[in-house]
């Protein structure tokens, strides 16, 4: 089976800028999370989605969106750039039918904001 | 908010040598999750365990977890220069949906050869 596949792999804007990511989950799962990772904040949650609907969201401004489509496939945006949106950003993928659900994560994207 | 706090931040061993990682959070959970990192890329799952377990093996991995003082641990044993990564223990929120997993900020394991 595939792994989560992200895409592009590496990113470079310019502050004011809007970008999409995209991920491709595991063929069967339902559910995918956009993670934030930076030096200073760790691993922070985005949100998540399932069955194209968001199911839950982090405390992030409303810069940061997402979507999800009927293959299960995600996107996030970002506009208005800042600086400070310089991250790894990470989605996962998981069954999300029951209480234990293993995620499994893609190579991420790493956003370069100048 | 941080749920998982790994102890220590950083550690260097030998290979061969055990590696043991420690994390604690501080609400109840449904099941705890250790991730392996290498270098700035993508996390690697490594076990998840229930609350109402308390061992589990996978290989060279040993997890325990002990509910009642809200923590777990990861043991690495034989380690190899491979196992150089960061490693992150993660929570379920339960008030939250269950894609939403919440990080500790890592140990840090450096295995010299």
């Known amino acids: 089976k595939a792994g989560v596949t992200q895409t592009p792999r590496y990113l470079i804007k310019t502050r004011g800028q809007q970008v999409t990511l995209s991920c491709s989950p595991i063929?069967?799962?339902?559910?995918v999370s956009w993670y934030q990772q930076t030096p200073g904040q760790g691993l922070q949650f985005l949100f998540e989605?399932?069955?194209?609907?968001?199911?839950n969201k982090g405390n992030f401004p409303g810069r940061f969106s997402g979507r999800q489509f009927s293959n299960s496939r995600s996107e996030m945006n970002v506009s208005t750039l800042e600086l400070g949106d310089s991250a790894l950003y990470l989605c996962?993928?998981?069954?999300?039918?029951?209480?234990?659900?293993?995620?499994?994560f893609g190579p991420g994207t790493r956003l370069t904001v100048l | 908010s941080q749920q998982g706090e790994e102890d220590p931040q950083a550690l260097s061993i030998q290979e061969g040598e055990n590696a043991t990682m420690n994390c604690s959070y501080k609400?109840?959970?449904?099941?705890l999750q250790w991730y392996r990192q290498n270098s700035g890329r993508g996390l690697v799952h490594l076990i998840l365990?229930?609350?109402?377990?308390r061992e589990k093996h996978s290989g060279r991995l040993r997890v325990t977890l002990d509910t009642s003082k809200k923590s777990s641990s990861l043991l690495i044993t034989a380690s190899r220069a491979a196992d150089t990564a960061s490693y992150f223990c993660?929570?379920?929120?339960?008030?939250?949906?269950?894609?939403?997993?919440?990080f500790g900020k890592g140990t840090k394991l450096s295995v010299k050869p």
């Open positions: 996962a993928s998981s069954f999300s039918t029951g209480t234990y659900n293993e995620q499994f």
């Open positions: 063929s069967g799962h339902r559910s």
């Open positions: 989605y399932f069955s194209e609907t968001q199911r």
């Open positions: 609400t109840s959970i449904n099941n």
């Open positions: 365990i229930r609350s109402n377990e």
């Open positions: 993660a929570t379920d929120d339960p008030g939250g949906s269950q894609g939403n997993l919440i």
